[in-house]
Structures are given as C-alpha cells and as structure tokens.
C-alpha cells in the first residue's frame, strides 16, 4: 500500500497550511484570550471548500476523499485546536451523518447550506451522565400527531451556542430504552427556533 500523498492531496496540504497561517496564525492567542468567536473565519473555509472537503459537489461540497479531510484536520490543528475540533463536528459529524441518512429534503435544505457555509451545524449526543456510553442518555422524544416532543438535556455540545441547527438524539422507543437497545433511539434535525435552549462554558482550554 503506498502512503504517499497524491498531487490533489498535496495541493490540499498547501492550501489549508497558507491559510491557517495567514487567516488564523496572526489572531489566534487574541481570539483564545478573549475566547471570540470568529464567524467569518467559517466562511472563509467555506470558500476554500473546507466545509465540504468530502461532501459530493452534488451537495455543495468538494467532492473530495476522507484522506483530504483528515489533511484539513491536521493541518488546522497545527494553528488552532477549535477550528479542527469545529470541522470535526460541523463536517465529520453532522454533514456526513446526514449524506448518509438524511432524507433528499433534508440534504437540499441543510446539507448545503452547512458545506456552504452559510448554516453552522452541531451534533448533539452527550448528556451530563452519558457520553461514550450512547444507550445511557435519557433524552425522550414522544409522537403528538404529526410533531415529536423532545426533552432532555445535552452537555458538552461543541458549537452548541453558535449553531443554526444540531442534530438531537433522543430515545423513542422506551421499552427499547429499558433494554439499552440502541434501535429504539432517533436522531432529530433540532433548528434553534424549535425551542433549544443553549448556553456558553467559559474558561476552555482552546475548544
């Protein structure tokens, strides 16, 4: 198996390494202090594709491999922990759960948008008692018509104050839930109108 990075992953390497020197580099220990949000940073990346690195164009994506994204990673890393830790969520989590699962609908309503850069996505699965342990989490989602009502609570949510919508999972299979079987859990498209209440922690190291 040959290692080796291709020309394309190259010119991605390049890419992302001026950029998160030229863009990110100068401000970062300023942003850190004052623990600023930068969104105009997201659409900068956005612009170059990072957003999308392996969303299919079809979606408004790049169209580009998983080796590419781990390139953007690594090299955003370099510069600024958040920015990778934000493309891991916004991307790696929420964008390609929904090129995988989503409906057509939903992929032309937010799966373009977010490779675009013009929604910022959040993933939504850790709870104050359960985080690598999925089955453990206690938020419900209960059927009233055509509607679901989700209650619950989230901890540790990265992007969770800043994100136009997240992706919320919740139990909707109860007796399921008491047999910790993880297929009676659902995952909801959650917009922050629909009543999603957020908060900030203040004093993260970075992320």
């Given at each position: ?94 964008s ?39 089955v453990g ?8 018509g ?62």
């Amino acid at each position: 198996m040959d290692f080796a990075l291709n020309k394309e992953h190259e010119m991605v390497t390049s890419t992302v390494r001026s950029f998160a020197q030229r863009e990110v580099a100068p401000v970062i220990a300023k942003n850190d202090e004052m623990q600023y949000f930068d969104r105009d940073i997201l659409k900068k990346m956005a612009q170059l594709g990072f957003l999308g690195i392996c969303i299919p164009q079809a979606y408004g994506g790049a169209g580009m491999d998983y080796v590419s994204l781990g390139i953007v990673c690594e090299e955003l890393e370099a510069v600024d922990t958040s920015l990778r830790v934000i493309l891991s969520v916004h991307t790696g989590l929420n964008s390609l759960t929904m090129l995988t699962w989503a409906t057509e609908e939903q992929k032309q309503k937010y799966l373009i948008p977010q490779a675009r850069g013009e929604r910022i996505a959040a993933f939504g699965l850790t709870e104050p008692n359960a985080g690598s342990d999925v089955v453990g989490i206690q938020s419900t989602a209960v059927k009233q018509g055509d509607s679901y009502i989700l209650n619950g609570e989230k901890m540790w949510i990265s992007l969770a104050d800043v994100a136009d919508h997240h992706l919320i999972y919740a139990w909707t299979d109860l007796d399921k839930k008491k047999r910790r079987d993880h297929s009676g859990m659902s995952c909801f498209i959650v917009e922050r109108e629909m009543g999603l209440q957020t908060g900030t922690i203040h004093g993260k190291l970075g992320i």
